[in-house]
């Protein structure tokens, strides 16, 4: 029997068809996933069992899509799969499962069309199945990343819009690579098909990789900003059992004080007993709480800022108007408002003549917040970026970025203004 090379060659390609489906699918299988966490909570840490099903679920479809060519079947059982992972891994009613699946595979369908024609209108009717199925996948996870930008409830895990962009290079990056590589060796060369694996795993693994780093940073600035609220919400109580302790202390000596107040009136010493009246009234106040709007986490970051700043002799103004009840994450105005003060209070200890000036307001889901304080006047600039004058210049724009970074999230705006002795800044966001 003769065996010719081309029919060598012809087995190496079915064998690169195939795994190129698989690392394909792989990439439909991240999608699905990155889109059914938009809509649906993960029910938490799942069992290895429920893993090994949901990988068992996806290789069945896999095998229904290698070997049933029906067009009804496929549809189902691409429904059936990613439907069993939502029921499986994810929090919700099963309704509320169907119409999230019934959803993405809709869009699935119509960015697939987009992209068959639009290969149909570059190549003609010369179009390679690994390739509109790689590009239909490459732009489907553009889609579900603009989603998560535009739509993610979960504020904290949105990209910045730096992030958003180079995420979005990356996949038309890979699409238009893998064209040119079409283009160039042809579909019947095996090494096109090892480069479009190859572009699909720098894809998913880019993707990944970021959404893990991402998750990282974020684990371990919730985890500096717990222990910055513990100190505070220690300063905070420590506040609360100090004024008790007076108001305790006073309602023990209130006879006496009373008997001491008349026996001025009697005597007609007016300014005395006003004296001891202005006296008693300093002692049922904390001389250490400076807001107390009722909100927990803001009062405690506020009256512990602004204790550092009466350390300093700074002659404080304070108007706070917000609600009791939580207007925004704990997370995002402790680095807010602990950056705001951080640096404001950096810049007084520096200044001659200590100010600071806090505004803080909450209307309609709108929260003003303006921070004045003085300072020595040295302000480096290049172009609009103010440059640090710390001497430690590792640690510049930690504070400011964060801030920043903030403030992007809820699509504000923040301004810097600086006078000859005050530097001021003022934001305005949408929360």
């Given at each position: 029997m003769e065996y010719t090379g081309k029919r060598v060659d012809g087995h190496f390609m079915k064998g690169f068809e195939i795994v190129a489906d698989i690392v394909f699918y792989i990439l439909s299988i991240y999608v699905?996933?990155?889109?059914?966490?938009?809509?649906?909570?993960?029910?938490?840490?799942?069992?290895?069992?429920?893993?090994?099903?949901?990988?068992v679920g996806f290789i069945v479809n896999w095998f229904v899509y290698q070997w049933i060519p029906i067009t009804f079947l496929l549809t189902l059982s691409a429904f059936g799969a990613v439907l069993f992972v939502a029921i499986l891994e994810y929090k919700g009613n099963l309704f509320e499962k169907m119409l999230v699946v019934a959803l993405k595979m809709a869009v699935g369908v119509a960015i697939e069309g987009v992209i068959?024609?639009?290969?149909?209108?570059?190549?003609?009717e010369n179009i390679n199945e690994a390739l509109g199925n790689l590009m239909?996948?490459?732009?489907?996870?553009?889609?579900?990343?603009?989603?998560?930008?535009?739509?993610?409830?979960?504020?904290?895990?949105?990209?910045?819009?730096?992030?958003?962009?180079?995420?979005?290079?990356?996949?038309?990056?890979?699409?238009?690579?893998?064209?040119?590589?079409?283009?160039?060796?042809?579909?019947a060369n095996k090494l096109a098909m090892l480069g479009l694996c190859i572009i699909c795993v720098?894809?998913?693994g880019t993707y990944y990789m970021y959404e893990k780093v991402s998750e990282a940073y974020q684990e371990k600035m919730q985890k500096a900003v717990l222990e910055n609220q513990i100190v505070m919400y220690q300063n905070q109580f420590e506040i609360i059992h100090e004024a008790r302790q007076d108001i305790k202390q006073l309602r023990h000596d209130m006879k006496n004080h009373f008997l001491l107040i008349e026996g001025y009136l009697k005597k007609g010493k007016?300014?005395?007993?006003?004296?001891?009246?202005?006296?008693?009234?300093?002692?049922?106040?904390?001389?250490?709480?400076?807001?107390?709007?009722?909100?927990?986490?803001?009062?405690?970051?506020?009256?512990?800022?602004?204790?550092?700043?009466?350390?300093?002799?700074?002659?404080?103004?304070v108007k706070v108007e917000v609600p009791r009840e939580r207007f925004?994450?704990?997370?995002?105005?402790?680095?807010?408002?602990?950056?705001?003060?951080?640096?404001?209070?950096?810049?007084?200890?520096?200044?001659?003549?200590?100010?600071?000036?806090?505004?803080?307001?909450?209307?309609?889901?709108?929260?003003?917040?303006?921070?004045y304080n003085s300072y020595n006047g040295d302000v480096k600039r290049e172009g609009n970026k103010l440059l640090t004058t710390k001497a430690k210049k590792e640690e510049h724009g930690i504070g400011m970025t964060s801030i920043q970074h903030i403030v992007d999230k809820y699509q504000g705006e923040m301004t810097i203004k600086t006078a000859e002795d005050m530097f001021k800044t003022d934001i305005i966001m949408y929360v």
């Open positions: 699905d996933i990155r889109y059914i966490k938009l809509f649906l909570r993960p029910k938490g840490n799942s069992s290895v069992n429920t893993k090994l099903l949901c990988a068959w024609r639009l290969l149909v209108w570059l190549n003609g239909s996948q490459l732009f489907l996870l553009i889609f579900v990343v603009t989603l998560e930008k535009c739509i993610s409830k979960d504020k904290e895990m949105r990209l910045s819009w730096g992030s958003y962009i180079n995420m979005l290079l990356v996949s038309i990056g890979g699409a238009t690579l893998s064209e040119i590589l079409i283009d160039t060796v042809g579909i720098m894809n998913i007016y300014a005395e007993a006003q004296e001891y009246i202005g006296q008693l009234a300093e002692k049922t106040a904390s001389s250490k709480e400076y807001v107390n709007t009722g909100n927990d986490e803001l009062d405690s970051i506020l009256n512990y800022k602004l204790g550092r700043a009466n350390n300093l002799n700074c002659k404080l103004d925004m994450s704990d997370f995002d105005l402790n680095m807010l408002l602990s950056n705001l003060m951080d640096n404001a209070l950096e810049a007084i200890e520096k200044a001659e003549e200590r100010v600071l000036t806090v505004r803080i307001k909450y209307i309609k889901r709108m929260l003003y917040m303006s921070v």
